[in-house]
């Protein structure tokens, strides 16, 4: 069994994550700002991973076997867990996400439609750095976000500190009122309500995983030192916008209806205009085994309803 120290595991499928490490017998350190408690059996340190200082300060003597980051954003939040977590800790995993493959974000082309992303196409080892943009400001922050991963990766690849790990998570789908970003149920809310759904014309497909796969992917991550590198993690089978739209209208009874909008213009979540649907083959490679899209999306959009119906009765 392992120590191991959890950033930001505080919702979604990182809580979950921290549940199965401890329900597997691992020893687990949460560290947040107070923002969520720590799960029962769960060690909390609360600390602002933004003040390198006073997270030192918090942790005190801790070393672990391993950090998981669920929260780095900015090569600058990197820097500081380079500085801090160096000679705690022998690995670090950060959850990424395929937003780094996203060419509207500036990453290289992402190859032809049809083919699936490897990890080589964004190697952090090369990729530049600029710490000094306003990487606190959350206006620039969040239209940035697929490059302040990319430069996080390269600063935590290139520290030398430790071993690290960076899992590249598809879009995740389940777990109803958990799910925070509101994506799904964007979906669920217009075509319950027989509201148009905004989809592009010749919508692309791209690559989902469920919340409880993802969190058993970060705890392989986690627990299996074998695990280094970028690596992408999504379940098999692609989905498109109008696979959504169909899976929940079906368990609605009713026909979505669309809106098709052009090539370049704001459809709905899930709605790409361009192709970064990854491969999850390096991760089989290694050893993790994933489930088809279609065996847990209808359980998916059964809790994206569940908790659209609980929050409208």
Request: include cysteine.
């Amino acid at each position: 069994m392992q120590n191991i120290c959890v950033i930001g595991g505080s919702r979604y499928f990182g809580r979950l994550m921290v549940e199965r490490l401890r329900d597997a017998g691992h020893r687990v350190t949460l560290v947040n700002r107070g923002s969520g408690p720590a799960p029962a059996g769960v060690e909390h340190v609360v600390a602002d991973r933004n003040d390198g200082a006073g997270l030192a300060a918090a942790l005190g003597g801790r070393t672990f076997d391993a950090v998981v980051d669920q929260v780095c954003y900015t090569p600058v939040q990197a820097a500081i867990a380079a500085r801090v977590f160096g000679g705690r800790t022998p690995r670090y995993v950060m959850a990424s996400t395929i937003e780094v493959y996203n060419p509207a974000g500036g990453a290289p082309d992402a190859g032809p439609v049809g083919g699936l992303v490897r990890e080589g196409a964004v190697d952090p080892a090369a990729w530049p750095v600029h710490p000094d943009r306003p990487w606190h400001d959350a206006a620039y922050l969040e239209p940035n976000y697929g490059e302040g991963k990319r430069q996080t990766e390269a600063v935590l690849t290139r520290s030398g500190a430790f071993d690290f790990a960076s899992v590249r998570c598809a879009h995740v789908l389940g777990g109803g009122a958990r799910e925070f970003t509101g994506r799904l149920a964007h979906y669920v809310e217009r075509i319950a309500r027989g509201e148009e759904v905004a989809v592009h014309a010749g919508a692309l497909p791209s690559v989902f995983i469920d919340y409880r796969e993802m969190a058993d992917v970060m705890v392989w991550a986690a627990t299996d030192a074998g695990v280094t590198g970028p690596v992408n993690a999504c379940s098999d089978g692609l989905l498109d916008a109008r696979d959504l739209a169909g899976a929940i209208a079906g368990q609605l009874g009713r026909e979505p209806v669309y809106r098709v909008v052009p090539a370049g213009q704001e459809a709905s979540p899930f709605s790409f205009d361009r192709h970064y649907a990854m491969s999850n083959a390096r991760a089989r490679e290694l050893g993790f085994a994933f489930s088809h899209a279609d065996e847990w999306l209808n359980r998916a959009v059964a809790e994206a309803l569940d908790a659209f119906a609980a929050s409208t009765a």
